[in-house]
């Protein structure tokens, strides 16, 4: 059975950084592409950060690329976002998805992934 578990989420100021984290068990890591999608309140949950499950190329969305940086260990089962420089707009809860062996070209949409974690709160105040 396969779980995935966020930790990391909480309420920081902006300008401030959060590590989340995602901890995967039944499954072989090493094939899955990982997402990190976000839900704000009253809106879809979006597309933030990927890696994938060959080579461990990464993508972002525009809105955060520069300032997300999305990793993962296949020793340890676990994929990080790291999240810097937040803004309000960052408030949302934040889900790890994954996959087996999914192609690059469908990393960023939420459809492809079998997957989820219950997601991690993440508050940005200004």
């Known amino acids: 059975q396969v779980q995935l578990v966020e930790s990391g989420g909480g309420l920081v100021q902006a300008g401030g950084s959060l590590r989340l984290s995602c901890a995967a068990s039944?499954?072989?890591?090493?094939?899955?592409?990982i997402g990190w999608f976000r839900q704000a309140p009253g809106k879809e949950r979006e597309f933030a950060a990927a890696i994938a499950w060959s080579r461990g190329r990464t993508y972002y969305a525009d809105s955060v690329k520069g300032r997300f940086t999305i990793s993962r260990d296949n020793d340890r089962n676990t994929a990080s976002l790291q999240m810097t420089n937040l803004t309000p707009e960052d408030t949302a809860v934040y889900y790890c998805?994954?996959?087996?062996?999914?192609?690059?070209?469908?990393?960023?949409?939420?459809?492809?992934?079998?997957?989820w974690g219950q997601g991690t709160q993440v508050t940005v105040s200004s």
């Open positions: 039944g499954l072989i890591f090493s094939n899955y592409g």
């Open positions: 998805a994954a996959d087996f062996r999914l192609p690059d070209y469908k990393l960023a949409q939420k459809e492809w992934y079998h997957y």
